[in-house]
């Protein structure tokens, strides 16, 4: 039913959405934040390869709950929306609560 690939769109839609129709902070437009996920996104990739390695899992996926399409390794990109999801909408709310 790819519910794991719907909750990660859901949750970058959402995102991007309060970003650009609420909060309004200009963090996409903002060289740090891009900075902050390529490190973000280079941690995850050492993190989550070593976690979800299908040669000795220590988290599995069920195979009916995402897309099926690992990369790099064996990284199911849901993961990689997820962290964007989580990382923007932490750094929305401090520059929001720091406006205040």
Do not use: H, N
């Not at 794991?4 to 309060?18: D, F, R, S």
């Not at 897309?67 to 064996?74: A, K, L, T, V, Y």
């Amino acid at each position: 039913m790819l519910e794991y690939t719907a909750g990660t769109l859901i949750a970058m839609l959402v995102v991007v959405l309060v970003e650009v129709l609420w909060a309004r902070t200009g963090i996409f437009t903002c060289v740090q934040y891009w900075l902050a996920l390529g490190i973000m996104f280079g941690f995850q990739v050492l993190v989550d390869g070593w976690l979800t390695k299908l040669s000795d899992p220590i988290v599995s996926y069920d195979p009916a709950q995402f897309s099926g399409i690992r990369f790099p390794w064996d990284i199911p990109i849901e993961d990689f929306g997820f962290g964007f999801a989580l990382i923007t909408a932490t750094l929305i709310v401090w520059k929001v609560i720091g406006r205040s």
